[in-house]
Structures are given as structure tokens and as C-alpha cells.
């Protein structure tokens, strides 16, 4: 149990760290387009939620094949 909690708490730790990474890489591309305020704030959001389903999706299948390989 201490290694799954292990496990978890890494692998939040890297998906926190990866979402920090593509949210300014993600900034810095929207910030080339040539748009107005609202869009910029809104590709940013979109953006910033596909890569947290991208994230969450993979954690919780990761977190699936763990619990169905005990």
C-alpha cells in the first residue's frame, strides 16, 4: 500500500509538473497568434484542459491496470 501511495504521489507530482510545462509552452504559442484579449484567454483555457484530460486520462489507466494487477 505504501508503494501504491508512493506511486500516486510521484505521478501527481510529475502530471502537476508536466500541466506547468505545456501551460507556458501552450502561452507561448496562442501568444504568437494575432487575436483579441478573449480569444487569447479562451485557446489558453482550451489548451490548458485538453492537456488535463490528456494528463487525468492516462493517471486514472495507470491507476487501473495497478489495481487490477492485485
Do not use: D, W
Amino acid at each position: 500500500m505504501l508503494v501504491l501511495l508512493t506511486i500516486i504521489i510521484a505521478k501527481l507530482l510529475h502530471v502537476c509538473n508536466g500541466l506547468r510545462v505545456r501551460l507556458q509552452l501552450g502561452s507561448l504559442l496562442v501568444a504568437g497568434l494575432p487575436l483579441c484579449g478573449c480569444a487569447h484567454a479562451f485557446l489558453s483555457f482550451v489548451f490548458f484542459l485538453s492537456n488535463l484530460f490528456i494528463h487525468e486520462f492516462f493517471f486514472f489507466f495507470f491507476l487501473y491496470s495497478l489495481y487490477t494487477l492485485y
